[in-house]
């Protein structure tokens, strides 16, 4: 089997960045260090990938667009965005799904040292999870990566302000009426613990209403057994699907939406203005956060005047609260 990246950079003692720019003729190593990396390079006969050169010189014009899953609508609106405005500039694009959990972005990352790849934009805060990854560091220094809703050092970001959503949908329920406030989750991303702290922070600020955060699974029995056993008349739900599994749970139970209780999700799917009654929700901007890491991607690619100087936090996008009959 052929030498890998980790390879070289754990015979020559070097982090696997060092060896990327050793590969890259970066003038941020000492010679010293440069020689010891070749010579294990040479003992390998290692040719890098196109990726592990960084494309430095040559665009093949290949986008990457990276969800966890296929089945999340939410974020295949944002990859449509990104899709529609590459494509339309003469890029080839490339989905990936990496699945759910460290072990398949690990492998992901791996396959990705041997693609031809111009840049990578991944969808969803859920790859907060890279910064983890020892095969991260390699791939942000080889090649620009935009997240959408999150942000790794040497990444650029476009977030979108969902702790200030959350507050606008627990004031929305407080404004109707309701003091019994609960937050319903089934995940633990970053985007997620946002809307814990924005639904926690607005609570915090009214002495006659009580908040409590409620972590359950996504199957229906099991959300069923979890709100029987507590009362609520306020639910702020993580986003739109498991919104509309409480207000089914309920209506079994002759509880309705909004006369007994009001219901709010995230995400403004489509499916929330389409079900009876249909579903307030915040709308956390699929279309822009699209659009927004398309056009900071095809800046940097083109090295665009105006394209960012640094790699940071780009834009944080306000989310909006669409107030329907569900409240």
Known sequence: MSATIRDIAREAGVSTATVSRVLNSSVHVNEETKEKVLSVVKKHNYSPS???????????KT???????????????????????????????????????????SLFLRRMMDKSIDGIIFIGSTFQLLSSL????????????????GWLKNSYGVLVDEKEGSKMLAEHLYSKGRRN?????????ESCRNKIIGFKEFVSTKEDAVGRVVTITEEISEIDEALSSISFDGVVAEEDLLALKVMKILGKRGIRAPEDVSVGGFNNSM?????????????????????ECAIALEKILSSSKDAPKEKKILKTIPAELIVREST
């Open 50 to 60: 196109t990726i592990a050169r960084g494309l430095k010189t040559k665009s093949i």
């Open 63 to 105: 986008i990457a667009i990276v969800v966890k899953s296929f089945t999340m609508l939410h974020h295949m609106r944002i990859a449509d965005q990104i899709n529609n405005h590459f494509s339309q500039k003469g890029y080839d694009i490339m989905m990936f799904e990496t699945g759910m959990d460290e072990e398949g972005m």
């Open 134 to 149: 020892p095969e991260t560091e390699t791939l942000l220094e080889s090649i620009p990566v935009v997240i959408s809703n």
């Open 181 to 189: 406030l609960i937050f319903l989750h089934s995940s633990n991303t």
């Open 271 to 291: 499916m929330s203005s389409l079900v009876t009654p249909s579903l307030t929700s915040v709308d956390n901007k699929a279309i822009e956060q699209g659009v």
